[in-house]
T-cell receptor
Framework: DGGITQSPKYLFRKEGQNVTLSCEQN?????MYWYRQDPGQGLRLIYY???????QKGDIAEGYSVSREKKESFPLTVTSAQKNPTAFYLC????????????FGNGTRLTVT | DQQVKQNSPSLSVQEGRISILNCDYT??????FLWYKKYPAEGPTFLIS?????DKNEDGRFTVFLNKSAKHLSLHIVPSQPGDSAVYFC??????????FGTGTRLQVTL
């Protein structure tokens, strides 16, 4: 079965620590994305990558970093510079064509205390 | 600046009746619109989409209507079923790589 795997499902960290969220896809999609969901807010785009070794900032990239060394993988690092890191993080992918919908993983809930 | 708005945070509908979820957008450059359904602690799943060259798209119980002049789209679910209870997000974009999502509407289908 093709899909997007995000791990872990729940993650707890102390303030001041960097943490990396994993996202792997076996859909052979070229493009991958990271979104953040907060209560009462829509999904906000953090970073996206349309091709290996290239990525662009989304609307709320500050305090985050990504890499895209392999087509299948797009890890997101939440750094200590992110002021409000506690949130539900969603990874998505799509083929490069403009009118294809995004496929989402099941998310990682990060809690920073 | 909220470019995509879902003004109703929640909606309750009886089983068998029609559910109508609404979405407004401000960016006239948007030409691709989607609806996603989301259960708690899961990722959103794609439901239905429409491009700006159409004003209606149907898929089984789900129909999306687009009114470009009013910058408004709606999702109709007929008949509503208890399994439809979820949060529904509308999304809009000029290309699929830069989708802007609304804040979601929680639909509760009651027996």
């Amino acid at each position: 079965d093709g899909g997007i795997t995000q791990s872990p499902k729940y993650l707890f960290r102390k303030e001041g620590q960097n943490v990396t969220l994993s996202c792997e896809q076996n859909l052979n999609h070229d493009a991958m994305y990271w979104y953040r969901q907060d209560p009462g807010q829509g999904l906000r785009l953090i970073y996206y990558s349309q091709i290996v070794n290239d990525f662009q900032k989304g609307d709320i990239a500050e305090g985050y970093s990504v890499s895209r060394e392999k087509k299948e993988s797009f890890p997101l690092t939440v750094t200590s510079a992110q002021k409000n890191p506690t949130a539900f993080y969603l990874c998505a992918s799509s083929s490069a064509r403009d009118t294809t919908p995004l496929h989402f993983g099941n998310g990682t809930r990060l809690t920073v205390t | 600046d909220q470019q995509v708005k879902q003004n109703s945070p929640s909606l309750s509908v009886q089983e068998g009746r029609i559910s109508i979820l609404n979405c407004d957008y401000t960016n006239s450059m948007f030409d691709y619109f989607l609806w996603y359904k989301k259960y708690p602690a899961e990722g959103p799943t794609f439901l239905i989409s429409i491009s700006s060259i159409k004003d209606k798209n149907e898929d089984g119980r789900f129909t999306v209507f687009l009114n470009k002049s009013a910058k408004h789209l709606s999702l109709h679910i007929v008949p509503s079923q208890p399994g439809d209870s979820a949060v529904y997000f509308c999304a809009a974009g000029g290309t699929a790589s830069k989708l802007t999502f609304g804040t979601g509407t929680r639909l509760q289908v009651t027996l």
